[in-house]
């Protein structure tokens, strides 16, 4: 295996389940210090653990990436556990299942989704920009695929 992610430092937003909890696993599995964030406190505790049991190094934050300064957190622990920020993978989404012939009940779910998935996203870069730009160095990455595996093959 690649020695690429050894010893950086991965925020992963949306890192409680899904496709967020195999990227932080596969970044531990490579050697980086992982910071999960997620809103799922009980999701997101049972991913860090996982990959402490592992041998790896995680720790995580709870935190809604909607919320600038519960982003602003999230960095501050990955600076102060590990030292520095390497990459951050805005991973958190979501797709709501909402239509708009229904758009009484559908525009709710639409504008949590573009909260989610766009400001969420502006929180992520904002929260560890100043520090990469310090540093010289950095690295951000947007999950385009935000679909569960059950809505794209049924």
């Not at 995580?60 to 556990?81: G, I, P, S, Y």
Request: hydrophobic share 45%; with cysteine.
């Amino acid at each position: 295996m690649s020695q690429y992610l050894q010893g950086k430092v991965i925020i992963v937003t949306g890192a409680g389940g899904g496709f967020g909890k195999l990227i932080a696993e596969k970044c531990a599995a490579g050697g980086a210090h992982v910071v999960g964030v997620d809103i799922n406190a009980d999701g997101l505790a049972q991913t860090t653990e996982a990959i402490v049991a592992q041998g790896g190094s995680a720790v995580h934050q709870v935190a809604d990436v909607t919320d600038m300064e519960q982003m602003r957190a999230a960095a501050t622990l990955a600076v102060e556990t590990y030292g520095a920020i390497d990459v951050m993978v805005n991973n958190a989404g979501v797709m709501p299942l909402a239509y708009f012939a229904d758009h009484e009940r559908a525009w709710q779910k639409w504008h949590k989704a573009i909260d989610i998935n766009i400001k969420g996203v502006v929180n992520g870069i904002s929260a560890v920009y100043d520090q990469m730009i310090e540093r010289g160095r950095g690295q951000v990455e947007a999950v385009k695929d935000r679909l569960a595996p059950a809505q794209k093959n049924g």
